[in-house]
């Protein structure tokens, strides 16, 4: 197992590394639909940790988790597209009130149906799952997209509705007898 602190920063920078690189060389392709680059960042630190490689705890997580993430959140903030927000104000906000009214009801079912099988403890970790998915950055970015994609459809699909009747409307006048 490896405790060097130095060595967990590096493969963990390693990992993020990959992600993005495998992000930008696969854009497109229709695996970045269902393993978006935080899903890409987040397995091998877990299969490593599994495996036996790299620790369960050290403090450099502790020192990721109060000074990297906080600055990661500024920065993700930082370019958060306003003007689009503003342009799909009330979708956007269906989208997010209703994955999180899901995400609060179903997590909650689940836990009441199965917490006798479970541990003491396994609340933390559902309330952990659940805030991750309501308030986290991939997920709300997800939902966003979706949101901005779902709008321009309908918009492009009113103005080329729009522009086909006005066309077919002019053609139709160019060529009525007179």
């Not at 392709?29 to 393993?35: A, D, S």
């Amino acid at each position: 197992m490896i405790q060097n602190p130095i060595l967990i920063v590096l493969i963990l920078f390693a990992v993020v590394t990959t992600a993005r690189w495998w992000h930008e060389r696969f854009r497109e392709t229709w695996i970045m639909r269902f393993l978006p680059t935080p899903v890409l960042c987040y397995i091998p630190p877990t299969l490593l940790t599994t495996l036996g490689i790299l620790p369960f705890k050290s403090q450099v997580y502790d020192w990721i988790s109060a000074y990297v993430l906080p600055a990661c959140l500024v920065l993700i903030l930082m370019t958060t597209d306003i003007e689009g927000l503003k342009r799909i104000g009330r979708l956007a906000f269906t989208a997010i009130l209703g994955s999180t009214i899901l995400v609060l009801v179903s997590g909650t079912a689940v836990f009441f149906l199965f917490h006798q099988t479970l541990g003491q403890e396994t609340w933390k970790a559902a309330a952990t799952l659940s805030a991750s998915w309501i308030g986290g950055t991939a997920p709300s970015a997800r939902r966003m997209t979706w949101a901005i994609r779902i709008r321009e459809r309908s918009i492009r699909r009113r103005v080329s509705s729009a522009t086909r009747s006005f066309l077919s409307g002019t053609c139709q006048s160019a060529f009525a007898p007179v």
